[in-house]
């Protein structure tokens, strides 16, 4: 059974940092590339970030480009997303999910992932 867990959200004030943590198992996670997306309240789902299958290549959304950085660990099947210099506008629940191949295909919509993590909240306020 493939199964994605986030956890490390929380309440972070503006300009702070935090480390989002996406624990995988089911299948085999080094082959996958990864994806991170969120959704603020009331409004849609938004894609964040993704790596490729070996960690050699990231992309970014361009309003978390500087800010956040992806990363992942083979040896424990998990990827993670530190959030820097947090803005209010990052508040939302932020999922990660698995591509359907080893690269990042910037054509893949939303559908094309086909497991998810049931999310973390995040919360910027001061």
């Known amino acids: 059974e493939v199964r994605l867990v986030e956890s490390g959200g929380g309440s972070v004030q503006p300009g702070g940092s935090l480390t989002l943590s996406c624990a995988t198992s089911?299948?085999?996670?080094?082959?996958?590339?990864m994806n991170w997306l969120r959704q603020a309240p009331g409004k849609e789902l938004e894609w964040v970030s993704a790596i490729n299958s070996e960690g050699r290549y990231t992309y970014y959304a361009d309003a978390v480009k500087g800010r956040f950085i992806v990363s992942r660990e083979n040896t424990k099947n998990t990827v993670y997303l530190q959030l820097n210099n947090v803005e209010t506008e990052d508040t939302g629940i932020y999922y990660c999910a698995k591509g359907p191949a080893s690269y990042y295909n910037a054509g893949d919509s939303f559908s094309d992932f086909p497991y998810w993590g049931p999310g973390t909240q995040v919360t910027v306020s001061s």
């Open positions: 089911g299948f085999f996670f080094r082959h996958y590339a």
